[in-house]
Structure formats: C-alpha cells, structure tokens
C-alpha cells in the first residue's frame, strides 16, 4: 500500500512538472498563472495553482502536501530550466483556516520573496497582501474585465461596486478615466487599493473616491455621485453577514438604474462554481429588463476549466435609460 501512495504522489508530481516545462521564468512579464488544477482539466491535481509574478512563483494549495514533494517540485523545476537564481519560489496553504498558523500560510521554499510583492498588468502595478490572508488582494481572472474598462473609460466617470482593493479603478484611472468611485465595506482593503493608486502615480488629483460603507446603506450617498458612465459590479458571491448572491444581487440591480446614465456600460461579474451564466442573465432580466446584453467576455485562456459554467462569469451590459 505505501508503495502504491509513492507511486501515486510520484506520478501527480511528474505530471505537473510536465505541464510546467515549458514556462517562461524572464521577470518583467505580465503576472499569470501557469497552472490551474482548480479548474478541474487535470485529474489528481485539482488541489494546486502556480501563479508567476515576475520575481517569484506563488504555488498556491488547498490540501496538505509533504514538504518532501514541495522540494522535489521546486528540484524539478530547476531541472527544468527554472531560471534566474534568485527567483523566489513560495507556497501558500489556503486549506489552512485563517487565523491559524497564518504566520507561515505562506512559505518560502527558494530564494528570497520580496520585501513588497506586486504584480505587473499592462505596466500598471498591483500590491500583493502575502501576510496570511486567504487571498493576494489581486485577482488574476479578473484581467478580461480590467482590459474591457480601459478600452471605454477615457473621460468617463464610473462606479466601482465591490471595489475591494480597487483594481478596476487603477485601470481605469490610468486610461484616462475623470473619476472612479470605489465603495467597498473593508477599510482596509480600500487602504491597499489607495497604495495602488499611489504606487503608479494616480494620487489624490487622480480623480479617485474611496467610500468605506455596505453599498446597501450608502444609495443616497451614492446618488450624490450620481451619473456614472459605467459601472463595475463584482461582489463576493457568499459572504454571510454582507452578500449572498442568491439573495441580494437582484437587490443590486433594482437600485442601479438610478445611478446611470443612459447609454451606460456596465460589468455585470459572478465568480461562483455553482451558478450559471443562464442563472445570471435571468436575473438581471427579472430585476432590470431594461438592460441590453451585449456580450460574455472571454475569460484568460490559462485559467481553463472543465466546464466554463464554472468559470468567472462577466457580462456586458447597456443601461438603455
């Protein structure tokens, strides 16, 4: 029986670092993930994503691995071409509650990790939160939507929903957007995005507001803002005690239209394995029929999935007001 565990493990880690191989260490590349066994396209690793951030790897688990096996994946990836030397490589241990053990969630297994990690998107600069955290505060599947903002926010003015470390907004801003409201519950997360404004020059004429409020108490302080070009919504999709999708996503979209004017663009996001693009657009149909579909956007080709109704949904719209 042991025998056909090592076997097993053997072969799991072989297989990954085959899928590897052929990755592209140079630093200075836009942040992306190498692989995605949350995806569920590769049998026996559903449970680890490797994600590279320029100066280092980021292996990501949701179960325990030995820490032998961690060392024969990093021997490996030497072995094949893991370049250069100071490439830090760390794993992070999400299968561990938050709070516990949380200063060693994450682990260096290689190098040095930097001393403030960041990630590269289009020349734009995104703080990481390494710190025991269930997640970096950058989500990497969100990119399509980001690329979507930029392409229409020059002189807009645009309502982030859910903004949480404002990544949208940077983007946006840094396409020549006028102004980006960003309201999100967690001051600090709205502390981490104000630092990302700040690290790629969008300082306090940059035309960003930060609205530290639960969006379902703050609808008449956001009317003060009101007329937004386009809107952003990207919610959590179970956060007991703020939002549960199911429940309040149609409560959203009842008060939206007042915010809008007409002709506006709006991102309708979903990250939830469980609920469909048809459940979505169902219930943007019930709770505003006079929003116009436009189009799914196209999610980032190395986030792939066995089924795309798994995948992060984001969905345009037209406020026809």
């Known amino acids: 029986m042991v ?4 076997a097993d ?17 140079a630093e200075g590349k836009d942040a992306r993930r190498l692989f995605h066994g949350r995806g569920q ?6 449970w680890i994503n490797v994600d590279h951030y320029g100066e280092f790897l980021l292996i990501t688990l949701y179960r325990q691995a030995e820490q032998d096996w961690l060392q024969a994946l990093v021997n490996g990836l030497e072995g094949r071409g893991l370049r250069p030397e100071s490439l830090c490589v760390a794993v992070q241990h999400r299968y561990k509650h938050p709070g516990i053990n949380s200063s060693s969630s994450v682990e260096v297994l290689r190098g040095k990790l930097p001393e403030k990690p960041y990630a590269i998107e289009n020349g734009l600069s995104f703080e990481l939160n390494l710190s025991g955290q269930q997640n970096t505060g950058f ?5 399509p939507g980001r690329h979507w903002l930029a392409e229409r926010a ?47 020059g969008l300082g306090l004429a940059s035309g ?33 005690g703020s939002f549960v ?14 915010l809008l004017i007409s002709g506006a663009d709006v991102l309708v996001c979903l990250n939830a394995p469980g609920l469909s693009e048809v459940w979505l657009r169902d219930l943007v149909r ?11 956007l196209r999610n980032r080709e190395d986030f792939p999935e066995s089924d795309p109704e798994r995948n992060l949904k984001m969905l345009h719209y037209c406020w026809q007001g």
């Open 139 to 143: 989500f990497l599947d969100m990119a």
């Open 154 to 200: 020059a002189g807009k003015r645009i309502l982030n929903l859910f903004s949480y470390t404002c990544s949208f907004s940077v983007a946006a801003l840094g396409a020549g957007a006028k102004q980006v409201v960003n309201l999100d519950m967690s001051k600090a997360a709205l502390a981490q995005g104000q630092r990302n404004h700040q690290r790629n």
């Open 41 to 46: 396209c590769y049998p026996g690793l559903e």
């Open 3 to 6: 025998d056909e565990i090592t």
């Open 208 to 240: 960003a507001i930060y609205l530290p409020h639960n969006l379902f108490k703050a609808w008449k302080r956001l009317s003060r803002y009101g007329g937004f070009d386009a809107c952003i919504i990207d919610p959590p999709s179970r956060q007991p």
């Open 245 to 258: 999708a199911e429940r309040d996503y149609g409560r959203v979209l009842t008060q939206l239209p007042e």
């Open 286 to 296: 019930e709770y505003w029929p006079r929003a116009e579909y436009i189009a799914r």
């Open 9 to 25: 493990v053997n072969t799991t880690l072989e297989r990954l670092l085959i899928t590897l191989g052929d990755a592209d260490w």
